[in-house]
């Protein structure tokens, strides 16, 4: 099981703040576009990582992409 998320510190806060910002900023102040555009971006990491893991021998990571796919589906 995953622990919870720690706060990030004010530094990151303020990064995290400005980025979003330019992101609303870019998608002309809509912020239902900005957020259809980061789903857009999480599903293309998603699968950018689902093709590095394809990639990885099972012996090189011991296995534990293996594992953490079994418990994703679960």
């Known amino acids: 099981m995953t622990e919870p998320a ?3 510190d004010d530094e990151t806060r303020l990064e ?3 980025a ?3 992101l609303i ?3 002309d102040g809509d912020a239902r576009s ?3 555009a980061l789903l857009i971006a999480n599903k ?3 699968h950018e990582l689902h093709l ?3 990639a990885v021998s099972s012996g090189y990571s011991r296995q534990r992409h ?3 796919a079994l418990e994703d589906a679960s």
């Open 16 to 18: 995290i703040d400005k």
């Open 25 to 27: 900023a870019a998608s």
């Open 52 to 54: 590095t893991r394809l």
């Open 34 to 36: 900005a957020v259809i």
């Open 20 to 22: 979003a910002d330019a």
């Open 44 to 46: 293309l990491q998603e």
């Open 6 to 8: 720690k706060a990030p």
């Open 66 to 68: 293996m594992k953490q």
